[in-house]
């Protein structure tokens, strides 16, 4: 960074200490959802999960999160961004502290669904404080420090877990996020001014419940696809059901005096440019922070320790990059690094899919962190730039939601197309299904023991081809996001709105 003092609003307080505070709680974030994915060995056998708990150790974390997201925006724009920042800091905290001592994977997958709601607050109300306290310049330097602090996050998650787990046990992995937040809250409480719209309005309800009963169904149905298959009537009538509520999401907020989403944000091309922005890395890069460390654990047979360390391959780049991403997007054309950085984690993609594990997968880990890298810096900044400084909140809540609700439908889409290949390559194997759900949880023993006549090294062989058949299907999908979305960026991207401008409609 520069020099030059950061800028902030008369009446507020410090800004540095108040961008730490954001930083280090939003930090916890990535650390809480990466974490466990290394430790899911010792949580299973501690707490006798099935493979379908498994599945909800990161979903019920991430669909809390994403569901809760624009309500906590606009409580924030509405009650203050302080009152909700600290609110979900607290639950945090307790939420974390309760988890090593869940009797039962009930109980643990509740408590991580309260994460996930304490996230939604911590993130919506430190976000909206961030574009209060700074401006034009400013404000997308700050937020590229978020970006960075999620890298940051995002490298400790798996390495601190692993080192952690290795040496204490699983429930150990829960202390350093409860420390962070600690620190985060103490910072907050002395930095972090009160802020609030200026014309709140009422709270949306319907549309809140409605938003979040549709998320929920949506990844429910897309979890019973794994066990149930793509054609089974429940599966189908959760998906339909999704859908309804989606419109019926969307008439509630055209018809709301103060609506969680704005639709007529939906007419402008930057808008949505930046929306389908924040999906991207949900499928070229969050899905292999679970993915990844499932198959190095539960299927290559190493220990946490090396597995959060070769993690660090794929996420030690969000340690810098972002912040690089932001000095050059005063050079460079933001559409130009976005698509770039994910056309290098597309070839990042393949080139994994025909990669041996360990060392051999490294470098395109780190092609596939580097590409992701560059969109992930400039993600935050361009999504409050687009809305006048009074609607921070709902901005920042629009935009995570998208992301966070993206890496979550992600996490499950991809999950059970995982499930369906494996179970694709198992035909002759009694108990197939059963199989291919142990598999896709890094359960390689017990699928062996459960499938009479198949050794665990054909099965493991099974599990190797339809991971990389996902990964080419991967990569498919992060290029065409590439292509589509140099269309929606390519004209007029570079013009950031600040001081409370409106953006320019698509003719």
């Given amino acids: 960074m520069t020099s030059s003092p950061l ?8 800004p540095r200490p108040l961008l730490a505070a954001v930083c280090i709680a939003s930090a916890t974030m990535p650390m809480v959802f990466t974490g466990p994915a290394v430790a899911l060995g010792g949580i299973a056998d501690a707490l006798h999960a099935s493979a379908g708990d498994l599945a909800w150790v990161t979903n019920a974390f991430m669909l809390a999160f994403g569901s809760c997201l624009l309500a906590a925006g606009a409580l924030a724009d509405r009650i203050g961004r302080r009152r909700v920042f600290m609110a979900g800091a607290w639950l945090f905290i307790a939420a974390s502290a309760a988890l090593p001592f869940a009797p039962g994977m009930a109980v643990f997958n509740l408590l991580r669904g309260l994460q996930g709601l304490a996230g939604a607050a911590i993130f919506a109300g430190g976000a909206a404080a961030l574009a209060q306290a700074f401006s034009g310049s400013e404000q997308t330097r700050a937020f590229s420090w978020l970006g960075t602090a999620f890298g940051i996050g995002l490298v400790l998650g798996p390495m601190t877990a692993g080192v952690l787990a290795d040496a204490f046990g699983w429930r150990a992995i829960f202390g350093l996020v409860i420390i962070a937040m600690a620190v985060a809250l103490a910072l907050a409480l002395r930095a972090m001014p009160e802020t609030r719209s200026p014309a709140p309005g009422g709270f949306d309800w319907p549309g809140a ?10 990844t429910c149905a897309v979890l019973a696809a794994a066990q149930r298959g793509w054609s089974d009537r429940w599966v189908a009538a959760g998906l339909v059901a999704a859908v309804l509520l989606f419109a019926a999401f969307a008439e509630i907020e055209r018809r709301s005096p103060a609506p969680l989403l704005d639709l007529s944000l939906l007419r402008y091309r930057r808008f949505l440019g930046i929306q389908l922005l924040a999906a991207a890395p949900a499928y070229g890069f969050v899905v292999l922070l679970v993915l990844l460390p499932i198959r190095f654990a539960g299927i290559d047979g190493m220990d946490a320790r090396t ?14 990059l972002p912040l690089v991403a932001g000095r050059l997007a005063r050079r460079v054309s933001p559409a130009v690094l976005c698509c770039a950085g994910l056309v290098a984690c597309a070839i990042g993609l393949l080139g994994l899919s025909m990669s041996p594990a360990g060392s051999g997968a490294v470098p395109a880990m780190v092609l596939i962190g580097c590409g992701i890298s560059l969109p992930w810096g400039l993600m935050d900044g361009l999504a409050v730039s687009v809305v006048p400084p009074e609607r921070a909140g709902m901005a920042a809540g629009i935009f995570s939601t998208t992301r966070v609700a993206g890496e979550g439908v992600a996490l499950a889409l991809v999950g059970s197309v995982l499930a369906t290949l494996i179970q694709a390559r198992l035909r002759t194997v009694p108990d197939a299904v059963t199989a291919a759900q142990l ?34 299907g991967l990569a498919g999908v992060t290029a065409t996001t590439a292509a589509v979305l140099w269309w929606l960026l390519g004209k007029g991207e570079g013009r950031v709105l600040r001081d409370g401008a409106a953006p320019n409609p698509v003719q």
Wanted: no cysteine.
């Fill in 307 to 320: 597995t959060g360390g070769w993690m660090a391959a794929l996420s030690a780049p969000l340690l810098v």
């Fill in 7 to 14: 800028n902030f609003r008369p009446g507020h307080h410090a």
């Fill in 209 to 218: 419940a409605a938003f979040t009963l549709a998320l929920t169904l949506l």
């Fill in 439 to 472: 598999l896709g949880a890094g359960r390689l023993a017990e699928a062996a023991a459960l499938s009479t006549g198949a050794m665990a090294h054909q099965l493991a062989a099974a599990y190797e081809g339809a991971f990389a058949v996902l990964l080419q």
